[in-house]
């Protein structure tokens, strides 16, 4: 099963819950976690593990041949993300808006703007006893985080056993990357927070995982604040509301010290056993 953890905001607690939920789980068989929030992954400041590997990860761009090109233009006329210029006596490439399409190198007719690989992140792989951990890092500057999040997940995919548990911390909101994260999945965890600014957030997600056609349930973090707004959403759109996780001050504390709330928090283990109970009441997990 692969299982992703998303939001419609960033903040509500998507990685609190995918660390916690897959090292509780690693006591028991191994899982497989993958960072996908890959602008700033943050699974390694709670799991503290073995350092295996690091793999850097390449993504296609054209490279300007000045000898061949007649300047025709071309290349500028079939780009249709404006990464590649035509300006004066020369070709101007934008990696940061290229899309690796290979619309102009193909159609350049002196082959003129051949692909060459660029450097765009790194994946590094962890091991903590049966929890394998795979972090997903953009480069600083980059600004297209799916070439490494697509990279990452088929790493995770190469790498281990098909029978293996796969937990993905995705990136928050609705846009491209958050569609990279989940598109594949078995089932997808949303999480919010029990307030209007969390609702209304977790209704765009809500949209976007109907649209993909995705099983999956909803997780309340911060029970105790804020209203029952949530909860009659759930009950109105017939959503599994699978867990809640209290709100409470030495959450917050702990989180802050970089600490899994699932190894010194009785009350949150308590919420997140409860959750992996009715992931198998739903079938998700055996």
Same mark, same amino acid.
Not at 177 to 196: G, M
């Given at each position: 099963?692969?299982?992703?953890?998303?939001?419609?905001?960033?903040?509500?607690?998507?990685?609190?819950?995918?660390?916690?939920?897959?090292?509780?789980?690693?006591?028991?068989?191994?899982?497989?976690?993958? %960072?996908? %929030?890959?602008?700033? +992954?943050?699974?390694?400041?709670?799991?503290?593990?073995?350092?295996? #590997?690091?793999?850097?990860?390449?993504?296609?761009?054209?490279?300007? /041949?000045? /000898?061949?090109?007649?300047?025709?233009?071309? !290349?500028?006329?079939?780009?249709?993300?404006?990464?590649?210029?035509?300006?004066?006596?020369?070709?101007?490439?934008?990696?940061?808006?290229?899309? @690796?399409?290979?619309? !102009?190198?193909?159609? !350049?007719? #002196?082959?003129?703007?051949?692909?060459?690989?660029?450097?765009?992140?790194?994946?590094?792989?962890?091991?903590?006893? /049966?929890?394998?951990?795979? *972090?997903?890092?953009?480069?600083?500057?980059?600004?297209?985080?799916?070439?490494? $999040?697509? *990279?990452?997940?088929?790493?995770?995919?190469?790498?281990?056993?098909?029978?293996?548990?796969? $937990?993905? %911390?995705?990136?928050?909101?609705?846009?491209?990357?958050? =569609?990279?994260?989940?598109?594949?999945?078995?089932?997808?965890?949303?999480?919010?927070? +029990?307030?209007?600014?969390?609702?209304?957030?977790?209704?765009?997600?809500?949209?976007?995982?109907?649209?993909?056609?995705?099983?999956?349930?909803?997780?309340?973090?911060?029970?105790?604040? @804020?209203?029952? /707004?949530?909860?009659?959403?759930?009950? %109105?759109?017939?959503? +599994?509301?699978?867990?809640?996780?209290?709100?409470?001050?030495?959450?917050?504390?702990?989180?802050?010290?970089?600490?899994?709330?699932?190894?010194?928090? +009785? *009350?949150?283990?308590?919420?997140?056993?409860? =959750?992996?109970?009715?992931?198998?009441?739903?079938?998700?997990?055996?």
């Amino acid at each position: 099963m692969k299982i992703a953890i998303a939001s419609g905001k960033g903040g509500t607690g998507k990685t609190t819950l995918a660390t916690n939920l897959a090292h509780l789980l690693s006591q028991k068989f191994p899982v497989v976690l993958a %960072d996908l %929030d890959v602008e700033e +992954p943050n699974s390694g400041f709670f799991i503290k593990g073995e350092k295996i #590997q690091e793999k850097k990860v390449f993504r296609m761009i054209p490279e300007w /041949d000045q /000898d061949k090109c007649v300047l025709c233009g071309n !290349c500028q006329r079939v780009c249709k993300f404006n990464a590649v210029i035509k300006l004066g006596e020369e070709i101007l490439v934008f990696n940061q808006l290229c899309h @690796g399409c290979y619309a !102009c190198s193909e159609l !350049c007719p #002196q082959n003129a703007l051949p692909m060459t690989s660029y450097e765009v992140g790194k994946i590094t792989e962890f091991r903590q006893n /049966d929890l394998h951990f795979l *972090e997903g890092r953009l480069n600083v500057g980059e600004e297209q985080a799916v070439p490494v $999040i697509k *990279e990452t997940i088929n790493f995770a995919e190469k790498k281990f056993a098909p029978g293996i548990l796969r $937990i993905f %911390d995705a990136p928050p909101g609705t846009s491209c990357p958050v =569609i990279e994260a989940t598109k594949d999945v078995d089932y997808i965890i949303l999480i919010t927070e +029990p307030t209007p600014f969390g609702l209304y957030d977790l209704k765009l997600a809500v949209e976007v995982m109907r649209e993909l056609k995705k099983d999956f349930g909803i997780v309340i973090n911060r029970h105790g604040i @804020g209203n029952n /707004d949530v909860i009659r959403y759930c009950k %109105d759109e017939r959503i +599994p509301l699978i867990g809640k996780i209290p709100n409470m001050k030495t959450a917050a504390e702990t989180y802050a010290k970089g600490g899994l709330l699932s190894e010194t928090i +009785p *009350e949150i283990r308590n919420a997140l056993e409860k =959750i992996i109970d009715n992931l198998r009441t739903l079938e998700v997990l055996s």
